[in-house]
Each structure stands twice: as C-alpha cells, then as structure tokens.
C-alpha cells in the first residue's frame, strides 16, 4: 500500500537515467504518480566519467511502467533553457499538468581550486546550479499560472553545508542551491508552493563509483580523512539511494504542507560534527 498519496499528480524527474534520480521517480510512481523523466543523456565534458545513455533513461521508464504509472522520457539538458522550457510544455501537453519538480540532476568532479580550469567550473556552475534555477523557473511559472500550488524539492549535499577539499565548485553550488531554495520558498508561498532542499551524505550511485573510478579510492578516503566519515553509523560508508527518496516523498506530500524554505540533511551524522 502507497505511503503517500500521488494519484493523479504528475512529477518532474530531473537526471532520472540512473543514481538517485531513477530512485525518486520509482518512488513517486509507487505513490501512485505519473512521471516525466529527463536527462541529458550524454557526457559532460570536464566530468571524468560516463553520465546516463539514452537506453538508462528508457529503462527507468520501464520501471515506472512496472509500477503501473505512465513515463513520459525526455533527453534534456538542465543548461539549455529552451530545452528546459521544450520538455516542460511537452510535458504539459501530455498530462496537462506538472505538480512536482524533483531538482535531482547534478555531476561530481574533483580538482584543487588553484588547479581548476574556467571550463570545469563552468561546467559545474551550469549544472548544478544554473540547471536547477532553468527547471525551477519554468515548473514555476506553471505552478502560478495554475494557481494551486505545486512542490520543488531540490538535491543540496552536506557540502552545501560545510567545504569539501577537492570540490570547490561543487560545494559552491550546494551552498546555492540552499539559498535558492529559500529564494523560491518566499517568492512562491502566495501560490501555495512549497520549495525545499535534501542534502544527502555519501551515497552509492553511479555518480560516486564513477568518481572512485576516475579519480581513485585514495581521492575519496582523502577527503573522508578531512571532513571525518560519510555516516556515524555501521562502517561510515555510503547510504542508499532509497533513502533520500523517502525525504523527497515527505517533502513532495501534503504532510509537508508547512514545511517551506528549508534544506532537509539526510546525512546520516555527517553535519552534526
């Protein structure tokens, strides 16, 4: 029996080939939500290893199926704001409606802030943080055209609390994304939307194997050794991705109704240091 109760809302999947994002869209459609799942389905250049492939993303809407929801597969870079603005109204055109952005999509690359290049930090900056304001926008201005109010729940991190060596231009997004949550939170309250923000601790995808697999496991135990273990419990590894959904299912339901503005750690301890 669904936890939260979805039927006949529609929820907006960014980065949902793979990792998390396919976790999130699982979830909403368990709950009883249709979903539209985009991806940029391709690499990213200065990102050292593989993104999502058309092929995940047709998958994860095999897994939504099998849930018994619809899926609706979008290719969509969250750069792009006429890709953005491109799938939002095909979208529309679908299901009529959007009710939930899920702000999932994001890469993770490592260099020392003196040793970066413009294009690592670009890259990064326009993902990240560029990408969730374009999805945000446009969910947004429907959400107001709409007037019944709507949710955006975003992926933050535990570096959007504290700095992690390495990843500067990581940590300033997360770091960004906080505060355009809280932005979004007050600028949308007057149409009954709820903005908010999960910050995750370390967590087992592709997104964090792929870093191991560039950049070696010494570079992650480094940076473990400096902000101390990913998870105050068990062996202080990664957690599962399924956890993070369950905060974005709370966060995307009417039990969360007055929970506005606010970044939610699922951290495991991490930021109680």
Same mark, same amino acid.
């Given at each position: 029996?669904? #936890?939260?109760?979805?039927?006949? #809302?529609?929820?907006? @999947? ?5 990792? #998390?994002?396919?976790?999130?869209? #699982? ?9 539209? +799942?985009?991806? &940029? ?11 999502? *492939?058309?092929?995940? +993303?047709?998958?994860?809407?095999? +897994? ?5 929801? %619809?899926?609706?597969?979008?290719? !969509? ?7 953005? %603005? ?13 009710? &939930?952005? $899920?702000?999932?999509?994001? =890469? ?10 413009? %294009? !690592? ?22 959400? =107001? ?6 949710? =955006? ?5 535990? $570096? ?10 990581? @940590? ?24 908010? $923000?999960? $910050? ?19 570079? +992650?135990?480094? &940076? ?24 974005? !299912? ?20 991490? *930021?109680?240091?």
């Amino acid at each position: 029996m669904p #936890q939260y109760d979805f039927d006949g #809302q529609v929820a907006f @999947v960014t980065g949902a080939g793979r990792g #998390q994002g396919r976790s999130h869209a #699982q979830h909403y459609a368990r709950n009883g939500a249709d979903v539209v +799942l985009t991806d &940029i389905c391709e690499n990213v250049e200065t990102n050292p290893y593989d993104l999502s *492939t058309p092929d995940d +993303l047709e998958e994860t809407a095999s +897994l939504v199926e099998d849930e018994g929801q %619809q899926a609706l597969p979008i290719e !969509m870079d969250v750069r792009d704001e006429a890709e953005v %603005q491109a799938a939002v109204e095909e979208a529309l055109d679908e299901f009529g409606r959007i009710d &939930i952005l $899920a702000n999932n999509a994001g =890469i993770f690359n490592g260099s020392e802030m003196t040793e970066m290049d413009e %294009q !690592m930090w670009d890259e990064m900056i326009d993902t990240n943080l560029k990408g969730v304001w374009l999805c945000s926008k446009h969910v947004g201005k429907h959400f =107001i055209d709409r007037g019944d109010g709507g949710k =955006i729940v975003t992926t933050s991190s535990t $570096a959007g609390y504290v700095g992690t060596p390495l990843n500067g231009h990581y @940590v300033a997004t997360k770091h960004g994304v906080r505060g355009m949550t809280k932005t979004l939170a007050l600028e949308l309250a007057e149409y009954d939307v709820n903005v908010n $923000a999960v $910050a995750p601790t370390g967590i087992e995808t592709p997104m964090i194997s792929g870093y191991v697999e560039a950049y070696g496991e010494e570079t +992650l135990n480094e &940076i473990a050794e400096m902000t101390g273990p990913f998870n105050l419990f068990g062996d202080g590894g990664m957690i599962g991705a399924e956890h993070i959904s369950e905060a974005y !299912m709370w966060l995307s339901s009417d039990a969360a109704r007055y929970v506005t503005g606010i970044t939610l750690p699922v951290d495991a301890g991490f *930021t109680a240091k």
